[in-house]
């Protein structure tokens, strides 16, 4: 975490289907009833830039987008994600909690895509500096779990499209990424019933509440 950031910046992860949407607002009440005050953003977008980049992401007018294209605009919101919502926020004390961030890109980008992990930690270096998040819940589930669920929701985006071996490698690289920084990356294993998720996720968040005096 950037020594001068005041605020604590928390991020959750997933592949298609695992949850995430449905556990923001619960996560976000449990920061608030601590007595924090909790700014909700999102990746990619977060900013009117951002999401006008998200647009391009996500629909599927740019079908067939380069690999490399895609890593650039995906850290092209983030670095105005960064300069404009993110930090101002952290420096005031305010708590951020984030719908995706930098893990996603070496899971997609780099386990999915098959793009170089080490160009992704470059450009994670460049827009961030030494900013990481200070706690991540990622949010686990079964590819065919997690594809069922996302199809019921609505049309598939640009990467709901993708087909399941892309899916496999993207959870094997979030897993992967779990697996070396287990002190920052909590693992949900999102297949039980909501109120099972629900119970796991009290329990991570407080125990950091705890860890940080709160």
């Known amino acids: 975490m950037n020594k001068t950031a005041k605020g604590r910046f928390i991020t959750v992860e997933g592949g298609e289907g695992a949850g995430k949407s449905s556990n923001l607002a ?7 009833t601590a007595g924090k005050q909790v700014l909700f953003t999102r ?3 977060g900013t009117p830039l951002g999401e006008a980049i998200r647009e391009l992401l996500l629909g599927h007018k740019h079908t067939g987008m380069a690999d490399d294209t895609e890593l650039l605009l995906m850290f092209a919101a983030r670095a105005e994600h960064l300069q404009q919502k993110i930090l101002p926020a952290l420096e ?7 719908d995706r961030f930098t893990d996603a890109s ?6 999915g895509r098959g793009l170089s992990l080490e160009k992704i930690a470059k450009l994670q270096q460049f827009v961030q500096g030494n900013l990481r998040p200070d706690l991540t819940l990622l949010f686990d589930v079964p590819v ?6 996302a199809g019921k929701r609505s049309e598939p ?10 899916f496999e490698k993207v959870r094997a690289g979030y897993l992967q990424i779990a697996t070396q920084e287990p002190d920052r ?3 949900i294993d999102a297949s039980p019933a909501l109120e099972i998720v629900q119970d796991q996720i009290k329990t991570v968040v407080q125990h950091y509440l705890e860890s940080q005096g709160e």
């Open 92 to 98: 005031r004390g305010i708590w951020v909690l984030c």
């Open 144 to 149: 065919d779990t997690g594809l069922q669920r």
């Open 185 to 187: 990356v909590q693992v």
């Open 106 to 111: 070496f899971a997609y980008q780099g386990a």
């Open 26 to 32: 619960f996560i976000q009440s449990l920061i608030e």
């Open 157 to 166: 985006d640009r990467f709901e499209s993708e087909n399941r071996d892309f």
């Open 43 to 45: 990746e990619p977008g």
